[in-house]
């Protein structure tokens, strides 16, 4: 199978300096799990990058196996999107405050937080979901152009495979932040189903949060090919 070695080397040289980066942090806060798991997560994002490629390089080849491929970046592309949620743990951290101002004019001002450590969180979580984002548009991307393509309605598919992919983003995203369960478990969807009634949430919190979810993987989805295209054309 002839590859692009460059491309796996630049994924092999980010997730090298993202673990180095994260294991440090993790030293200085050893009994916080999160800088570990913002290394599974930005592996498991890149995994649909690799099931892309694989999935249209098999396509011309031995179609039986690409449709594996295209299976298992089905399940595990919503990873690359679900990164976004992890800047909740964010949320309870003061990176500023507000003190009485020095001078009669001044009620009040803003003090920045000096803690590198906390802004050394921020960066590193921050990456991750850049990272995720742009390994889920590339892949969304080169699926729809490589094989999609082919399809007699392709002038009307990509909108629709883009909406299917937003939609099933969208609800992973909520699978996976409050019931908890990973990629993996498809395979056990009457486990789903029951942690759906269980959930205790409304079923307006539902679907308000798939929406909102779904809404922005469809923007990102239409639009990144556009700014794309323009910095080809600078």
Known sequence: ?????????????????????????????????????????????????????????????????????AFLWIIFWPNTFYMVTDVIHLSGDAFFKMVSGISNSESQQIVYSTDILLWSKAVVIVSGVLYGVINGINSEMLLEKRMLRHTGTYRYF????????????????????FLRFNSWDIFRPTKILDAFRFSGHSTAFVVEFIGIFSAFILCVLCFAPHFLRENRLQ
Do not use: D, E, Q
């Open 1 to 69: 199978m002839k590859v692009r070695l460059s491309f796996y080397w630049t994924h092999i040289a980010f997730f090298l300096l993202y673990s180095l980066c994260n294991v440090i942090l993790w030293c200085f806060s050893p009994h916080s799990g999160l800088f570990l798991m913002l290394i599974w997560n930005a592996f498991l994002s890149f995994l649909p990058l690799l099931f892309s490629r694989l999935a249209v390089w098999y396509r011309s080849r031995m179609k039986t196996l690409w449709i594996l491929w």
């Open 158 to 177: 990509p909108i629709l495979f883009r909406t299917l992919c937003s939609i099933l983003g969208g609800t992973a995203i909520y699978i996976g932040r």
